[in-house]
């Protein structure tokens, strides 16, 4: 990595943080269009009921649920790298770390909005808590679908500490660059930070902390959600590998969505001396790995329900693969497993343009996954009468539309008006290689 100064990288992270111009304005301003629009379809939904999705029987899980999945995925990596990285001293995590942390916060809370969508009478939710209620209706906490309430609950908690206890340093210093309002609000905000001795003893151990809680929640919140699907009965969620491969899933989208909102970042900031190429090429590699290991789960899914001589099971892998929603399942194929793969080539893993290319490409792939695990199984159920078909309307669209507006939407908000990178880890980066030399 180039040496930059301590004040180098002040400066370069201060400057991001410069009022935006019209260009900016306009994209934020496009994306809130995004968000009303999704809302106004939920509105819509409300007021004429759930049928205005395209879910059906036996079809009952849409694009409600499979949102619901791509998002959560997302937020994982981003307490990959943040947390795992940071307890394995992966030294290329710092300049994205923040970045990333704050993708888990926006996809976390992004994610949680879908299960009031399914709901349809949203109002209702209060069934879901564990209180007295006129029609003494009690939460069942043998299902997965409260466990997930816990999980997600428990997982947005720890990563909103994680990562407002890293930038507690960084808020610090643009307070003290700042005046007028701007210097109230950030004295706020940096919790009366000084920078003594004690401040970083108990900072240091606090973050520590929370990387070693964080770590194992990045494990357990994505194996709670595919017990959503394992615990049924359903005809094609009952491989044992469900856990691993959901989460090394979600690692993998993540992983995609990271670069995606990295390298414009990087380009429009001005930050290729922080974001370096080795940073991307990193994550890029990364990105092989666990693209290798999510082609075997796909693999280890056929051979299972071979191996079982299920007749049921046997079916139901056929038509993926061949049957109403095989395109689905080829794209995802495609773009999870084998298009990842020219990341083997250093020319490639090392160019802006397929880099970007390709953490698209992977992402419409990972949204196609959850879509062929839910879609294809429930739509092919045990009995020839019980099979359906399933389309998602415009209002799903709109919804969809909505909540992807919504996370760029909060994440545009973020990198204008907060440090979006983390100036205390490049400098103590840069201090571990000035040692080491």
């Known amino acids: 990595m180039e040496k930059l100064s301590f004040q180098e990288i002040d400066n370069t992270v201060a ?31 409300i007021m004429v009921g759930i049928g205005a999705g395209g879910q059906n029987s036996p079809v009952n899980w849409g694009t409600y649920l499979i949102n619901f999945v ?35 916060v926006f996809a976390v809370c992004t994610a949680g909005l879908f299960p009031f969508i399914h709901l349809g009478r949203v109002w209702m939710v209060y069934y879901m808590l564990p209180v007295p209620n006129q029609r003494t209706l009690w939460p069942n906490f043998q299902s997965p679908l409260m466990f997930d ?63 070693a809680l964080a770590t194992p929640l990045v494990i357990s919140v994505h194996s709670v959600v595919s017990w959503d699907f394992a615990l049924g009965v359903i005809p094609g969620w009952h491989t044992t590998i469900f856990a691993p491969y959901f989460v090394a899933g979600a ?15 990087r380009k429009i900031f001005r930050a290729e001396r922080i974001i370096t190429m080795h940073v991307l090429e990193s994550v890029a590699k990364t990105i092989v790995f666990t693209g290798l290991i999510v082609g075997f789960a796909y693999g280890t899914e056929y051979f299972i329900a ?50 970007f290319g ?3 490409v992977v992402n419409i792939g990972m949204w196609f996954e959850r879509f ?45 008006h907060l440090p979006a990178i983390s100036m205390t880890e490049m400098k103590e980066l840069q201090h571990q290689e000035t040692a080491h030399e």
């Not at 959560?72 to 970045?99: E, K």
């Not at 206890?165 to 706020?188: C, H, N, Q």
Request: aromatic share 18%; with cysteine.
């Open 149 to 211: 309430v816990v999980a997600i609950s428990t997982y947005l908690i720890v990563s909103v500490l994680f990562w407002y206890t890293g930038m507690l340093p960084d808020l610090a210093i643009i307070r003290d660059r700042a005046t007028g309002v701007r210097k109230k609000v950030f004295s706020v905000l940096s919790l009366g930070w000084t920078g003594r001795y004690e401040h970083w003893r108990h900072y240091t151990r606090g973050y520590l902390l929370f990387a």
């Open 372 to 416: 062929v695990i839910i879609i294809s199984s429930v739509s092919h159920d045990f009995l020839p009468n019980a099979w359906g078909q399933y389309a998602p309307t415009a209002i799903e669209y709109g919804i969809m539309l909505g909540s992807f507006s919504l996370f760029f939407f909060l994440y545009f908000l973020f990198v204008k």
């Open 70 to 104: 791509f998002w959560v995925g997302i937020a994982h990596s981003g307490t990959l790298i943040s947390a795992i990285l940071y307890l394995l001293r992966a030294q290329w995590r710092n300049p994205i770390a923040r970045a990333a942390e704050t993708m888990t």
């Open 15 to 45: 400057a991001t943080l410069e009022p935006p111009g019209r260009f900016y304005w306009g994209v934020v301003g496009l994306l809130f269009c995004g968000v009303l629009v999704g809302a106004f379809c939920w509105g819509w939904q």
């Open 251 to 265: 690692i993998h989208s993540g992983l995609a969505m990271v670069l995606t909102l990295m390298i414009p970042m």
């Open 358 to 360: 390709i953490s698209i």
């Open 306 to 355: 071979w191996y079982s001589q299920n007749t049921v099971e046997m079916e139901v892998f056929s038509f993926r693969s061949t049957g109403g929603f095989a395109l689905s399942y080829w794209i995802m194929v495609v773009c999870n497993s084998l298009v990842p793969l020219l990341f083997f080539f250093k020319r490639i893993r090392t160019h802006i343009f397929w880099l």
